[in-house]
């Protein structure tokens, strides 16, 4: 499994991926899962990813493909897309078509492939937006109501973002929401791993901000992990009943 | 869906069912999914249910009919059993038997039923035991090293659980615990919800010791989820990232 979030704030989206995968549990391997395409200034596109990992490697390929096309168009390349909206319509026609592509090759197997994504971007003259791409290929939009996105074992870490993320909430403290939610996931379910990727991007910047990949024991992370616990405890004994 | 939850302590065990079922999302209805089975000071049982409320309701059924047969043994019923784990046994069968029977009633719906429970008891002279029963009948015990069980939505409420309860916690913190775990599932997931049934089984009473039914509104429950929620806000800013 996997646990990718992404929060859509006044002042700009922080996403926070990890990177663990897993065929079985005795075959576990490393594989980032976020990925930037970026034009600094102009455009920028942040995809988390969820699921098969044939089908998101193929599809961010794919998208890859037709960016570099000699006769890409507004059409086929996200890039080159008017919209934010039209970036996640040809991301969620491109994982569909994926999809339908690796189903046929495993209906023998009797096995199903499904992926998720969260896509988020600015461009130019455009405002933030950040899209759920289901596995069919449709989407849902981040709003005010609802400032957050999350794919894969989203239960575990999603009490602390109910709680905390409004649209006015600031982009540090956005960061340690994420993280936080991240560690609780991290504590409860072995399927989701270190390293993590950690993405800010500022609202009309149209490029990554901040990027920081997060190792297994990094020392500012684990201090922050300790201190949420031991503040939760703290807060545990002193709540009477 | 459910949340339904038992801790297995040193003082003794707590339990906490909520009692939203629903078939679909217009079809909501309150049911008890805690069930005691008691002869005081000889030996006490609960049992919490997640599931198929058809499942449920026909496996206890029959569990009392079990009981009060003429001719109930120690091999049908679960107060006459020798051990807990013959109860354990005994629920076990029961549940599968039942769902056997209602799944060939559904095969033609294509439609699975399914359900799980959590068996709490002790008999005069035995220990406190603690069992999770799948829906095929055979189960886990909680140990020391994780003293609770969990059924239905079981991953928001998870993470405080991880984190606070080991075997030595006080019943009182104990209540404090699965109340809060209840809390952040109530607030994450709409198929959970209140009023909610606590049960407190003091070891060697063989009796419940303290129930207690908690209304939507319940103010000492409200308090105490606004003063979690301050706490956890204020924790939250205190943390540096």
């Avoid at 976020?34 to 193929?58: K, N, Y």
């Avoid at 961010?60 to 960016?67: D, N, P, T």
């Avoid at 794919?151 to 340690?176: C, F």
Wanted: hydrophobic share 45%.
């Amino acid at each position: 499994m996997t646990y990718c979030v992404g929060l859509l704030l006044n002042d700009g989206m922080v996403l926070l991926s990890d990177t663990r995968t897993n065929a079985g549990l005795d075959n576990i391997a490393t594989y980032r899962k976020m990925f930037v395409f970026e034009d600094p200034g102009e455009r920028v596109i942040a995809v988390l990813t969820a699921g098969s990992l044939s089908v998101t490697q193929t599809t961010i390929a794919r998208l890859r493909e037709a960016i570099d096309e000699p006769d890409a168009d507004a059409g086929s390349s996200i890039m080159l897309a008017p919209t934010m909206l039209k970036v996640a319509e040809i991301i969620g026609n491109t994982l569909a078509s994926v999809r339908q592509d690796i189903d046929e090759k495993m209906t023998a197997a009797k096995v199903s492939t499904s992926a998720s994504m969260i896509v988020a971007g600015q461009r130019a003259g455009g405002a933030m937006r950040m899209f759920l791409i289901y596995p069919e290929g449709n989407f849902i939009e981040a709003t005010d109501d609802t400032p957050f996105l999350q794919i894969g074992e989203h239960k575990y870490g999603k009490p602390i973002l109910d709680r905390v993320v409004k649209p006015g909430t600031s982009l540090s403290e956005a960061q340690k929401a994420v993280l936080l939610s991240m560690d609780s996931t991290l504590r409860s379910n072995l399927s989701v791993g270190m390293p993590l990727d950690l993405a800010v991007i500022e609202k009309d910047a149209c490029r990554v901000t901040t990027r920081r990949r997060i190792e297994a024991g990094d020392p500012q992370f684990k201090a922050m992990s300790e201190a949420w616990s031991v503040a939760l405890r703290e807060s545990f004994t002193q709540i009477s009943i």
